[in-house]
Nanobody
Framework: QVQLVESGGDSVQAGGSLRLSCVYS????????MGWFRQAPGKAREGVAA????????YYGDSVKGRFAISRDNAKNTLYLQMNSLKPEDTAMYYC???????????????????????WGQGTQVTVSS
């Protein structure tokens, strides 16, 4: 019953910034960890960032550390991905997804594993030109 809707994707020049949003609904309480994934044409889907639902733990893929920041506003049922210093290599369809992890230790290991995420949005396209 969980529904995720991404928005904010756009075309931008290298070095620019974008903020993606993911509005989630379907449950009275937010018991899910949330993650951002991306997939470029001809490439495998990869984990970008995630937040553990029961705490402040955040996880990032190596390629985006220092440039991207994940956050959430529970009052608005919204997950965000702030993307700065964008590179052409960041061009991809970006998806938000929801998962349940037992604890931060498990989340730290499995946050980027697609199989852990039970709900997915339809994606929003980010295109970065050089």
């Amino acid at each position: 019953q969980v529904q995720l809707v991404e928005s904010g994707g756009d075309s931008v020049q290298a070095g620019g910034s974008l903020r993606l949003s993911c509005v989630y609904s379907g449950y009275n309480y937010n018991t899910y960890s949330m993650g951002w994934f991306r997939q470029a044409p001809g490439k495998a889907r990869e984990g970008v960032a995630a937040i553990y639902s029961a705490g402040a733990s955040k996880y990032y893929g190596d390629s985006v550390k220092g440039r991207f920041a994940i956050s959430r506003d529970n009052a608005k049922n919204t997950l965000y991905l702030q993307m700065n210093s964008l590179k052409p290599e960041d061009t991809a369809m970006y998806y938000c997804a929801a998962a349940m992890f037992r604890n931060p230790g498990i989340a730290a290991i499995l946050w980027a594993a697609q199989s852990q995420y039970s709900h997915w949005g339809q994606g929003t396209q980010v295109t970065v030109s050089s």
